[in-house]
């Protein structure tokens, strides 16, 4: 039945905008520090206190909004956002309304339902409008273990008060929660790809919410929609989003009525729970922020921060597919980081061959990588090194198999693969007349299996190939054993 029904998904995203400092006052954004510890008259809303934007959160909003494709405009205002929480020491947000930092923005994304197995089908591009992205602090946190007398009290870290967060929010343009995952996916790089954010999900610098509904193919009317929240990784989102959507279809399937709530997805008991419904929704009452000026960012700004960009995720993607002849899925998982894809360039430039440095990256040097969990910025192999590997592969210096054993020696010990091959004295063999002794030698010894082999028994070839290299301890170039055996037995 699920097939007559659509899904329908917009998101928010708040990313953390990497600054030393917090949006509207000096104090550090440090993370782990003693409670309350970074904290100062500005963002703990003591009265008389006045806030100064940071000019690094207008740089690092510009590359976000940049890195997605949106205009910046000329002119945005502050707008106090009211409402009462313990962790908001001032009774209302800074935020931007209804003149936001950035607005109405395409951004194309590449997206694939994925099978049972979860490996994606048919990769193909989606057009996603991304309605606004304007610049907020965030509050503080409420702490409810590990402390004395939790059972009594709540306690309150004001450390994050003031952090400087650009939301991002986009049209319900989601039909499916793999299109979800993959948007947020490329948000996530394309943040971290120009430094805008350390978009790391885990440490909660990018929080994601998702508004879902459904209806049936067909109507015009949304259906009733739903807020998930508490969504602490790109996987468990997509989760909550496929869990709420089967519940939601279940619900109006079985004659009942859809609540506008919000819902939090429990990732242990994979199901969402209401949180709050509509009648405790709020009314923020915005207003103009008089404390602070409008915001004005110039086109000198603007062009100077993109002139400052590096060549962005997907651009990169394809040039690596015209340039280096590479497929999609090598080109993808090679742009998925900035360091992978400044590293890849590197190696394959030193190679000579791109494909190939392409095929021992994501093979042989990121099992290496993935083995000591860090990321190609840090490799012990360098990408010249890597790229002169496959290079002496390509020369025939070394068989690819001794390359393998070599490149794992390389990230141990940090040396280059010319000095492990002349070390361990890893030279291939390719003179034709030496092969052709142990040739000889290896046809001397099995006479039998040379009288099935003249009989007709043919299979047999990979027998022989395989006791030359036996003999030769794997330093044959089997492409001449190959040859020279093929002259010997059919001559
Ligand atoms: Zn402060």
């Known amino acids: 039945m699920t097939n007559a029904w659509e899904t329908i998904i917009g998101l928010e995203i708040h990313a953390q905008l990497s600054t030393e400092s917090k949006i509207f006052c000096g104090c550090s954004t440090r993370f782990g520090d003693e ?46 956002k009211n409402y009462f929480y313990p962790d908001l020491p001032k009774g209302y947000q800074i935020s931007q309304y209804d003149q936001p930092f950035s607005a109405n923005g395409q951004l194309e994304i590449m997206t694939a339902e994925r099978d049972e197995a979860g490996h994606p089908m048919e990769w193909r ?69 120009v430094g805008a954010s350390d978009a790391d999900m885990e440490k909660g610098n990018l929080r994601c919410e998702a508004n879902v509904s459904v209806r049936r193919i067909g109507d015009e009317k949304l259906g009733t929609k739903v807020e998930l929240k508490n969504l602490n990784s790109v996987r468990f989102m997509q989760r909550g989003i496929e869990f709420e959507v089967n519940r939601q279809i279940g619900v109006l399937e079985s004659g009942g009525r859809l609540q506008q709530e919000t819902r939090l997805w429990d990732e242990r008991a ?34 100077r921060v993109r002139s400052a960009m590096p060549e962005l995720p997907e651009a990169r993607r394809r040039r690596f597919m015209e340039q280096y002849e590479l497929s999609f899925s090598d080109a993808s998982q090679l742009t998925s980081e900035l360091s992978l894809a400044d590293y890849y360039e590197q190696a394959a430039e030193a190679s000579g061959n791109p494909r190939s440095a392409a095929n021992w990256m994501r093979s042989e040097l990121s099992r290496e990588l993935e083995n000591a969990g860090i990321t190609a910025a840090s ?5 010249a090194d890597l790229g002169a590997l496959v290079r002496l592969i390509d020369e025939e210096k070394i068989s690819g198999k001794q390359g393998k054993d070599v490149l794992v020696e ?33 046809l001397a010894a099995s006479s039998q299996q040379l009288e099935s082999y003249r009989a007709g ?16 301890k794997g330093k044959a170039n089997p492409k001449v054993v190959n040859e020279r055996l093929k002259a010997k037995l059919n001559g």
């Open 457 to 472: 028994k043919e299979s047999l070839f990979g027998f022989f190939v395989g006791q030359v290299m036996k003999v030769s």
């Open 270 to 303: 994979g199901e969402t729970r209401v949180m709050r419904s509509k009648e405790e929704a709020h009314d923020y009452r915005y207003f103009p922020e008089p404390d602070l000026p409008p915001l004005i960012v110039s086109d000198e700004l603007v062009e």
């Open 125 to 193: 591009p989606k057009e996603i409008t991304i309605t606004r992205l304007h610049l907020e602090e965030d509050a503080g946190k409420n702490v409810h273990e590990g402390l004395p007398d939790i059972d009594r009290y709540s306690y309150i870290d004001l450390n994050r008060a003031g952090t400087p967060l650009a939301e991002i929010v986009t049209e319900p343009d989601f039909r499916s929660s793999w299109e979800a995952y993959d948007y947020v996916n490329h948000v996530r790089r394309a943040l971290q790809w």
């Open 379 to 383: 490799s012990p192999v360098s990408a």
């Open 410 to 442: 390389m990230f141990k010990t940090g040396k280059s693969a010319a000095a492990i091959i002349e070390e361990q004295g890893l030279v291939q063999l390719s003179d034709s007349g030496e092969i052709d002794s142990i040739i000889d030698q290896v």
């Open 35 to 80: 409670p309350n510890s970074n904290t100062c008259p500005v963002c703990l809303g003591l009265p008389g206190a006045l806030p100064v934007l940071n000019r690094r959160v207008i740089e690092l909003g510009a590359r976000a909004a940049l890195s997605l494709g949106l205009k910046i405009n000329k002119k945005s205002i502050f707008a106090r």
